[in-house]
């Protein structure tokens, strides 16, 4: 069970770098951000859509470290990571969420919010990160409740 739980944490922990770093490219280099498709082409959205979206970048990229320091801890044996793990986890739930349904509401009301590749990137990889999310909140909350930590 440690093996399995081991890789687990080791997955959220790529998924968390990943959305952590590809904020903070974001935020530090958007037009990279949009080569590599973690962002959309600008003339493939509506106006408003990439000012809203560097803005969210710039809270994400604030806010994503949590989880991955959470796996870093879990690793290290520091019972801190219980607490990282619950916060971290909330808000990779809320990005997942800010991530898919806002776009969906877009797309419904025929609005343009990036190309193919990009949009089915967003649909891929949220819903990993909210259940990554998810998962790091359950796990904290099993281990808090256990007093094991």
Known sequence: MEIILSIIILIVFLLGMFAFG????SVINWELAVKLVIQEKEFECDPFHTPNEKGIAVIDALLSWATPLACILYFINNSN???FGFIGGSIAIYQFG???FPRIFLQNNKMRIGGD???RFVYIFAPLWGLSGLFMVIFS???IKSGVF
């Open 22 to 25: 590809g904020q903070l490219l």
């Open 81 to 83: 990571w219980v607490y």
């Open 98 to 100: 800010i991530m898919v």
């Open 117 to 119: 590749k990009s949009v």
């Open 141 to 143: 909350i099993i281990i």
